[in-house]
């Protein structure tokens, strides 16, 4: 999504990780991605985005697992 129309871009996945993907290229930071009812979309249609967070499973810090 681009200034909130929808575009294409094409991606490079480096692996994935049970339900994640290793973007290695294609996308900047802070790009937007759809990641639901991407059926209903086509680029240069107009939609509104919402942010969600995502907790990272890969957390090298050890102070999650002393509490």
């Known amino acids: 999504v681009d200034q909130g129309i929808v575009t294409i871009k094409n991606i490079e996945i ?3 990780y049970q339900d994640y993907y290793i ?3 294609g996308l900047n930071l802070g790009d937007i991605v759809i990641l639901e009812g991407i059926q209903m979309v086509k680029p240069g ?3 509104k985005s919402e942010k969600t967070k995502f907790k990272s ?3 090298n810090s050890k ?3 002393n509490g």
Request: proline content about 7%; aromatic content about 6%.
């Open 14 to 16: 480096l692996t994935s």
């Open 23 to 25: 973007i290695s290229n």
């Open 45 to 47: 249609i107009p939609v």
């Open 57 to 59: 499973s890969f957390n």
């Open 63 to 65: 102070s999650d697992e």
